[in-house]
Structure formats: structure tokens, C-alpha cells
């Protein structure tokens, strides 16, 4: 069963910076992909920011040049850089990997609240 623990949430002005990170117990060489999703209230899950095992990286427009994600290997750690915040990122964070077992299996972590005050 793998983990994962999400960390880093909690209040943040708006235009201000907050970094989440995502804990793996397991190498993070065996995960394909790691997604970080975030889920407003009365709002579908949405997919911010995805990194794969090679580095490839992919955002939505909507933070695109304000969100970086990055992955510590030695830590099996990644990472949600978030910038110049807006209210609408006010959601609950989550993470989700994708673990190459015998099949693909995806898990996801227990989410973080985010809130940006304006």
C-alpha cells in the first residue's frame, strides 16, 4: 500500500507564496506520474500541476506562471510551489501518484486546505 502525505496548507494573503509538499513511502523512481489536484467547494476535482518520472511537467492556464511543481528524489518528496495566490485557489490540495506495481495503480493522499484571503 503506498502513502502519500500532503503538507503545507493553511492561510495566505492573496499575492503571497505558499510551498505544499507531498510525501511518498515509497521510491518515487517507481511513480510514473505524481498530480497535484485541488477541489473547491461545489466544484469539481481539478488537475494544477503533474510531473512525470522523467520531469516532464504540465499546468493549466489558469496557474500556469504562478505554480511550479518539482520532486526531491533523496526525499521521494514533491513539491507544490504556489505564487502571487488569488481567492480561487482557495481549495483543498491533494496529491496523486501513479505506482508502477503490476498494473498502474493510482493513490492519492488525504489533501491539504489552501485558503487565500483577499
Known amino acids: 500500500q503506498v502513502q502519500l502525505v500532503e503538507s503545507g496548507g493553511g492561510l495566505v494573503q492573496a499575492g503571497g507564496s505558499l510551498t505544499l509538499s507531498c510525501a511518498a513511502s515509497?521510491?518515487?523512481?517507481?511513480?510514473?506520474?505524481v498530480g497535484w489536484h485541488r477541489q473547491a467547494p461545489g466544484k469539481q476535482r481539478e488537475l494544477v500541476a503533474s510531473?512525470?518520472?522523467?520531469?516532464?511537467?504540465l499546468y493549466p492556464d489558469s496557474v500556469k506562471g504562478r505554480f511550479t511543481i518539482s520532486r526531491d528524489n533523496a526525499k521521494n518528496t514533491v513539491y507544490l510551489q504556489m505564487n502571487s495566490v488569488k481567492p480561487e485557489d482557495t481549495a483543498v490540495y491533494y496529491c496523486?501518484?501513479?505506482?508502477?506495481?503490476?498494473?498502474?495503480?493510482?493513490?492519492w493522499g488525504q489533501g491539504t486546505q489552501v485558503t487565500v484571503s483577499s
Open positions: 510531473i512525470t518520472n522523467d520531469g516532464t511537467t
Open positions: 515509497i521510491s518515487i523512481f517507481r511513480i510514473k506520474v
Open positions: 496523486s501518484a501513479d505506482v508502477v506495481e503490476r498494473y498502474v495503480n493510482s493513490y
